[in-house]
């Protein structure tokens, strides 16, 4: 099995908690993000599923991304139907804190940087009129 099928939750037509149950029990054995997925009728469910998470059981988890798609499925008398799809990605707050301060941090550096370098310049620029 994958990394990403051990971190995903297929919603069906089984009730709701469920599906709540597997994605608590999911963050409970350490995975930092849970993709919770659906098609058709159950993409309520879904929707369902990860606010309760949010809200009842995991009160530090966020939405991450919010995939919807449009997929093709072959029916049983032949012809080629489209079913919406969603994937809901959800994540603990503490990593997405990180890294939205790890991109600060590296924001911040690449600033730095290029102020160094016109630092820079215009050093070059006044020692090259002190020698004209």
């Given amino acids: 099995m994958t990394d ?18 597997a994605v608590v029990t999911q963050f409970n054995s350490g995975s930092p993000e849970i993709i919770i997925k659906a098609r058709g009728r159950a993409i309520s469910r879904a929707v369902d599923v990860a606010e309760i998470v949010r809200h009842r059981f995991v009160s530090d988890a966020t939405i991450r991304d919010i995939i919807i798609d449009t ?10 139907v489209n ?4 994937e809901i990605i959800l994540g603990k707050k503490e990593k997405v804190e990180m890294e939205e301060k790890v991109e600060k941090d590296e924001e911040v550096e690449m600033e730095e940087k290029v102020e160094m370098e016109e630092n820079m310049e ?6 090259k009129e002190e020698e004209e």
Avoid: A
Avoid at 71 to 78: K, N, R, S, W, Y
Avoid at 83 to 86: A, G, Q
């Fill in 4 to 21: 990403e099928n051990e971190n995903t939750v297929f919603v069906g037509k089984k009730p709701t908690m469920n599906y709540v149950l």
């Fill in 71 to 80: 997929e093709p499925l072959t029916t049983e008398e032949g012809p080629t």
């Fill in 83 to 86: 079913v919406s799809s969603i």
């Fill in 122 to 127: 215009k050093e070059e620029d006044v020692e």
